[in-house]
């Protein structure tokens, strides 16, 4: 198999499948983006991802999109790195995590980063970025709910779910939100410091340029 590529931004969504890449343990290739400077909408991105968003893996004459297909392919890809639940109940609570992340957290993360994908009239603009911080919370909540017992987030073992949560742990302590992560969700905050212990992710996090969980 061709060396895959990832194109990502720092502390970006891309984040995800980037640990879960180093997690492999398996060669593989980083392009950055700046994504303040508009690399995504460059030419030479867009030819890559007419999305123009982050992450896209390619493999040779490939590409792949979208955080959750790439964390099931990796996952998938490298079997040896133990990355996807073995129990069939195991998987499908590791597909509703994918799912749920993706569809809830993600688009309202983005009505407080993104408020003009909502409306034109930029008066609105702090309205959205409210409302949308408040559900985010109740979301981050719900996570909480999730974790509660404590260990990974699904079986009991790691698998491609937690890195899609660390993700996430980083926005809600970002300078969008300013979530007291320890106080407010104490138990999502002791799986990202476990996820600190990691090797992936301090590699990830020293080439991303990213404070790690404290």
């Given at each position: 198999?061709?060396?895959?590529?990832?194109?990502?931004?720092?502390g970006?969504?891309?984040?995800?499948?980037?640990?879960?890449?180093e997690?492999?343990?398996?060669?593989?290739?980083?392009?950055?983006?700046n994504?303040?400077?508009?690399?995504?909408?460059?030419?030479?991105?867009?030819?890559?991802?007419?999305?123009?968003?982050?992450?896209?893996?390619?493999?040779g004459?490939?590409v792949?999109?979208?955080?959750?297909a790439?964390?099931?392919?990796?996952?998938?890809?490298?079997?040896d790195a133990?990355?996807?639940?073995?129990?069939?109940?195991?998987?499908?609570?590791?597909?509703?995590?994918?799912?749920?992340?993706?569809?809830?957290?993600?688009?309202?993360?983005?009505?407080?980063?993104?408020p003009?994908?909502?409306?034109?009239?930029?008066?609105?603009?702090?309205?959205?970025?409210?409302?949308g911080?408040?559900t985010?919370g109740?979301?981050?909540?719900?996570?909480?709910?999730r974790?509660?017992?404590?260990?990974?987030?699904v079986?009991?073992?790691?698998?491609v779910?937690?890195?899609?949560?660390?993700l996430?742990?980083?926005?809600?302590?970002?300078?969008?939100?300013?979530?007291?992560?320890?106080?407010?969700?104490?138990?999502w905050?002791?799986?990202?410091?476990?996820?600190?212990?990691?090797?992936?992710?301090?590699?990830?996090?020293?080439?991303?340029?990213l404070?790690?969980?404290?």
């Amino acid at each position: 198999m061709a060396t895959p590529t990832l194109y990502y931004a720092p502390g970006a969504c891309s984040l995800a499948s980037h640990i879960a890449l180093e997690e492999t343990g398996a060669p593989y290739e980083t392009a950055r983006l700046n994504l303040q400077a508009g690399d995504q909408r460059s030419g030479a991105y867009l030819a890559v991802n007419e999305r123009g968003r982050v992450p896209a893996l390619v493999t040779g004459d490939w590409v792949l999109t979208e955080n959750s297909a790439i964390l099931r392919h990796v996952a998938r890809a490298y079997p040896d790195a133990g990355l996807w639940p073995q129990d069939l109940r195991d998987q499908a609570v590791a597909d509703e995590w994918l799912c749920w992340l993706s569809t809830s957290h993600h688009p309202t993360y983005a009505h407080i980063r993104r408020p003009e994908r909502y409306t034109a009239e930029e008066s609105a603009f702090p309205e959205i970025q409210a409302k949308g911080l408040d559900t985010f919370g109740d979301l981050c909540t719900m996570t909480e709910v999730r974790l509660s017992n404590g260990g990974w987030a699904v079986g009991g073992r790691y698998s491609v779910v937690d890195p899609y949560l660390l993700l996430f742990w980083t926005w809600g302590r970002g300078p969008a939100c300013r979530f007291d992560m320890a106080a407010r969700f104490p138990a999502w905050t002791e799986h990202a410091r476990a996820m600190a212990e990691r090797p992936a992710v301090q590699a990830v996090f020293a080439r991303e340029g990213l404070d790690l969980p404290r």
